[in-house]
């Protein structure tokens, strides 16, 4: 195992902090294990407890280690990246290894304010279905999807059971409409208290909102706001350097 070395101009916590981030990263402290306490890592280490627990915090900030009260501190899951892609979220969900899940929360037809319907392009009044779901990956809930699409581009769509079922896919099979574009903003935010009870978050807990239009051949078809858990979530994108003109 390596040490830390007193002479390095590398503080120590972030030492101590890149050694339990290898032990993490090669599995020799696997997912769920209890990592060592604060008194056996001070002693093993030579360090104060001071610097321990910075360097703890920080696994625990970046959602690499989680906390349980009486209990210890232990190896968190790893985060999933955001698909920074028009893609259905059982499709993601499968192509990562993991089994995508559904629960109806709310299923109904409603009528577009001006907001929404400037958003999809339709009239005001014009019906809307509203589609909200619970989605989870091998059971664990993940997040909020509200889902708004046109009844005229859909007409009977509330007639079909979602459970399990990509929305997307049943669009493309049901109705031809083949998702092609769309448009994504981010933002971070603070559940609120019904979303954090769905999602098993405390109180208060972090969450990532995505705000989504999807077009299906020019025609926006889908308006969708969904809330995902940050701590199960990060986003990853490639930089580029943008070309300079003469």
């Given at each position: ?8 101009p ?34 093993r ?14 696994l ?17 899951r ?35 304010s ?47 059971d ?12 049901r ?8 448009e ?24 990532l ?38």
């Amino acid at each position: 195992m390596a040490q830390i070395d007193p002479d390095s101009p590398v503080p120590k916590y972030f030492q101590l902090r890149e050694i339990l981030l290898d032990l993490i990263e090669s599995n020799e402290l696997a997912i769920g294990a209890a990592i060592p306490s604060e008194r056996e890592l001070c002693q093993r280490f030579r360090l104060s407890r001071m610097t321990v627990r910075q360097a703890v915090d920080h696994l625990v900030s970046e959602g690499r280690l989680h906390r349980v009260p009486g209990k210890g501190t232990f190896v968190a899951r790893p985060k999933i990246e955001l698909a920074l892609q028009l893609t259905s979220f059982s499709d993601d969900m499968r192509a990562r290894g993991l089994t995508p899940g559904s629960r109806d929360l709310d299923r109904r037809i409603v009528r577009a304010s001006a907001h929404l319907a400037r958003e999809l392009g339709i009239q005001p009044g014009d019906a809307v279905h509203f589609i909200e779901r619970l989605r989870t990956a091998d059971g664990e809930p993940l997040a909020i999807e509200r889902a708004h699409i046109p009844v005229a581009l859909a007409p009977d769509l509330d007639a079909y059971d979602l459970s399990g079922r990509s929305l997307y896919a049943l669009l493309e099979s049901r109705y031809s409409l083949v998702l092609d574009a769309g448009e994504l903003t981010i933002d971070g935010g603070i559940a609120d208290p019904g979303d954090a009870d769905l999602l098993k978050l405390h109180r208060g807990g972090a969450v990532l909102l995505l705000a989504r239009r999807s077009f299906a051949g020019g025609v926006c078809a889908e308006l969708g706001v969904s809330t995902y858990r940050a701590d199960r979530y990060q986003l990853r994108t490639l930089l580029e350097i943008p070309v300079r003109r003469p």
